[in-house]
């Protein structure tokens, strides 16, 4: 079997713009997209926030990436990869769900983070019809309207913030009397004229038929239901790593580290250092780090703890999340690639 150049794994924003890249450096590189391929964009109605672009729908999005790939050389296999392996050689190779390997050189995991939800069927049929999971995405078709946001860790306080710049008025929906959010962020949130924060409330359904009508909620004092247009769900991420756990370094949440990520959380754990005296949690924290920083070459920003092995979008990023950062980084990872092969 043929050696390729690189394989991408992951069919969306980061994975195909990645391939783009590489395929116009002549690099025919062999890109993954999945079963049901596209990623996170798939899920999404319209997107009014990737540049260039109008107005488009998520899936047409990934067409048009995906054609422009492919037409500068790119190879697409929609299928999942079960399994990767690295060689003592470093080679790398990825096994199909049908059964077949193909070895590469190089790698670049682009298998992007699925937003976690509540399991209520009434959620699954309203997704795009008024339930979201991304406030910077959706919230702009919400002005003057009353949306509610579920959650109360840091990412459903900054939704819930950034969605007092268009909405009339955000309820919080959290199931416990105490957010989970760090300080500031709750200090913001409860001080906001526009906000109103239900506590101990579980969601039992996302009322409406063609668009989001009200949330029927359960609260200690039994069912109370609220009026709203929208419902932003923001109760966490789960990126899509288990394949390289035992291959490369993950952080606590199971993201990708890379040399960038890495270097950044080193900073925080230096200028806190220098401010402040260290507690016992805080310096198990620093030395796990210490070791793990040992295994990163930072020749490349995109490279993880293995030789010629990239990480790009909602795998490596759980602050940014969007299409459009993802395209960004699927790019920076392509051109660390192809300096590897040419340096390795
Ligand atoms: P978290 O896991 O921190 O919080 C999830 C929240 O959702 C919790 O409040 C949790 O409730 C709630 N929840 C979980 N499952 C359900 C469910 N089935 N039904 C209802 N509620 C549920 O995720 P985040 O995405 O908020 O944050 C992820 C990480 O990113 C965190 O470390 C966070 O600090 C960080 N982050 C930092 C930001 C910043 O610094 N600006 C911005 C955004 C994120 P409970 O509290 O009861 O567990």
Redesign the pocket.
């Known amino acids: 079997m043929d050696t390729q150049n690189v394989i991408i794994i992951g069919g969306g924003a980061a994975g195909l713009s990645g391939a783009l890249y590489l395929a116009r450096a002549g690099l025919k590189p062999l890109l993954f997209a999945g079963s049901p391929p596209g990623g996170q964009l798939m899920l999404t109605t319209d997107v009014e926030n990737f540049p260039g672009q109008d107005a488009i729908l998520g899936p047409n999005l990934i067409e048009t990436m995906r054609k422009q790939a492919i037409k500068f050389g790119t190879t697409i296999i929609d299928e999942n990869v079960k399994s990767v392996k690295i060689g003592s050689d470093q080679l790398k190779s990825a096994e199909s769900a049908s059964g077949k390997t193909y070895v590469s050189k190089a790698l670049i995991i682009a298998t992007g983070a699925k937003a ?1 939800w ?2 209520l069927p009434s959620e699954t049929r309203l997704r795009g019809k008024g339930v979201s999971a991304c406030a910077t995405c959706d919230g702009f078709f919400f002005k003057n309207k009353v949306v509610a946001i ?7 306080l ?1 939704e819930a913030l950034t969605l007092t710049k268009f909405a009339s008025k955000v309820y919080v929906i ?3 009397a ?5 300080k500031i ?1 709750q200090k913001r949130v409860l001080g906001h004229e526009k906000i109103e924060v239900i506590w101990n409330a ?2 039992l359904e996302v009322v409406g038929q063609l668009k989001v009508e009200s949330l029927k909620l359960k609260v200690p004092e039994g069912e109370k239901t609220i009026e709203v247009s929208g419902v932003f769900v ?4 789960r990126p899509d790593t288990d394949l390289f756990k035992e291959l490369i370094e993950l952080d606590e ?1 199971g993201y990708v580290m890379t040399v960038n990520t890495i270097a950044l959380e080193n900073l925080k754990f230096e200028i806190l250092n220098l401010k402040s005296n260290i507690d016992e949690e805080n310096a198990l924290k620093i030395k796990n780090l210490k070791l793990k920083i040992q295994k990163f070459d930072t020749t490349y920003g995109t490279q993880t703890s293995a030789s010629g092995v990239f990480g790009a979008g909602d795998c490596v990023d ?2 940014y999340k969007q299409a459009s950062t993802a395209a960004g980084m699927g790019v920076q990872a392509a051109l660390d690639a192809e300096r590897w092969l040419e340096n390795n």
């Open positions: 976690l509540m399991g579920i959650g109360g860790g840091d990412s459903a900054e959290h199931r416990r105490e957010f989970k959010a760090s962020m579980q969601v923001a109760i966490g991420h949440k759980h602050v």
